[in-house]
């Protein structure tokens, strides 16, 4: 066994190929969580009765579970009450015909979901009472004070967490390989299946997988610079 | 559901999966050990802005944290033998495609957190102002003095709770090496699955028991935090 | 007119407010003096629900409502009609001086971008600070800063405006552009209440002064009868520490 260049190339083209697949879940799953997260957060900070106490309980328990475990269980609940569960809903689609991704969508949207919310509970914590105050006395409505002064003030706090919700939910979406999803890792392996030298592949991989995350950082790093503004001291 | 799930079976698995949490605590335990002290070279190297060696830390870094463990597991597991593998043959006698997978996953926890533990060491200890190592001085301390005796116990106090959520972070990675063939809580399911041909049970008794030890973990390290602050 | 009868508020145990009943006319100022601790600003809060009384009526615009129980259509009411000045200034930290005093009027009053931003820039220049208007409140000083808050407050023309302590958290010498500004928003004949420590600014401004202690009025009164010829010991013992005794030759 040794590492070869052009089986390498091979699977870096076949890697590139199914970025997509990995982009998409990615940012996808990101801008659900991100709006559910808010929300689970939201109604932790106003105490809503029994919703904010369920959540509080949910998430801390939904914390200690793995991301590799929740997807190997719901997958396997899938597979097994699915043609139960279709043949009550009169749905005809056999079990063949779903893309197993939508298993992936589902894991990786409730994890990430609670963990962001995690962290806009802590950009609540970073905002001062009197802003709600000042919104509430120019007359605003409670959700006109949150969707136009305390959420936009968030943003700044959250950036540095969000980033890193992003780039590890790019790293966990690599998980739904074990659900025979074809994403970047496993569109790199196919070549290797060809060769039975599988290094090359996860090296490509491995590659791939880092430009995107660079990517997320250079982004983060731009939206970093313009949404600080006005908490920096000194002259425009 | 009583076809699919019986909680008899689950009574019966539940025990045969839960004695091997200890493969897991295995690998967390020198994943932690060796990567802690990993980790602090590369943050006093990171913090010592050596040229070249500051760079190349700053890419290692970057890698670890840019790509997944899984795949940084399976560069390992069948890297190492290819790079390393007739050095080792011929030096110590030993054959690395003979060793056990779990060696391999250890070693890419280790190098993985060398990069996240060494960065948040290095958060902490640049986050201890500069006016405690001015004061140090002032006092008539020496830099090695200062830099123990004043900045490292105050950069522990701030490392402690991060420490706290990637200790946990590691033992729900450790989900991972199932996929490499280690048997441990998920591939003693798994096994025990196939054997019976009912995998649902194995798969609850899991995600009960990683649960359970990760809120413990967290419950742990937040009692050492309280204890710290008085 | 703009009148509180009956306010009662306790936090936890302590009882901040006990039965205050204040009633202002239309175009007065009133300022309200007291302790710290005597429930004076507690008392300013309730008027716009930003604390909410155990018990109490608010008689403003034409309408009776019960402070305790009051809906979230009437609570929005009463902040549409009134303003608050506060403390510590309440800018919203992510907008500029300009977006500071457009909010209200785009956001509430529903008015044109290009009005509000017409009606702002005449607020800011009448407070002097139309050259700052670009600038995020982290680049203000607290007197600048305090002064947009008014701006702000004005902007909006409301019948009431309730100023809280607006130059307690300034550094001395930049209470004094601050208390100019407040002056002059008096001169426009907009009702105010006013808490505050600074005498002379009561003495020059107000038609009325409060005085509270331990969660009530103690007594009220023209500033002159107040500051010279207290009924009450609570008072004298209040101003006689407040007022420097030897700053005035007879």
Redesign the interface.
Known sequence: MSFGISNFLDSLKSAFLYAPVTLKLTFITFVISLILGTIVATVRYYKIPVLSQFFSVFVTVYMGLPTMVALILYNLIFMTFYNDVAKALNINIPITDINPIIIGYFTLILGTTCSISESVRGAFRGISKIQYEAGYSIGLSKVKTLTRIIYPQMVPILLPGLQNSLIGLLKASNLVSAIAVVEIMTGALLPSLLYYSYLEGYVAAALVYWLIGAFIELLAYFAEKNSGKYLKKGTV | MGN?FSFERFIYVFPKIISNVSVNFHIVFWSMLLGTILAVFVAVLRLKRIPVIGQILGVYI??M????????M??AF??I??VFGSLFMNAFGINLNRIEPVIFVEIAIILNEGAFLGEIFRGAITSVPYIQTEAGYSIGMTGAQTFTRIVLPQAFKVAIPHYGVDLVGVF??T??VF?LGVVDI?GKAKTLGAATGH??EG??A??VI??????LL?GAFILIEKKLAD | MIELVGVKKSFGKQEVLRDVSVKVNNGEVVVILGPSGSGKTTFLRCINFLERADSGILKFDGKEIDLKRARKREILDVRRHTAFVFQNYGLFAHKTALQNVMEGLTQVQKKSKAEATKIAEDALKWVGLIDKKDFYPSQLSGGQQQRVGIARAVALKPEVILFDEPTSALDPELVGETLEVIKNVAKMGITMIVVTHEMSFAEDVADRVIFMDGGVVVEEGKPDEIFYKPKEERTRQFLSRIIPQDSYVI
């Not at chain 2, 944290?65 to 795949?71: A, D, K």
């Not at chain 2, 990683?210 to 809120?215: E, P």
């Open positions: 699919y970057s890698f944290r840019g790509t997944p463990l899984l795949v940084q399976m560069i069948y890297g033998p290819i729900q990675n989900s991972l996929t998920l995998t649902l798969y609850v899991a995600t990683y649960i359970t030890f990760s809120l967290k």
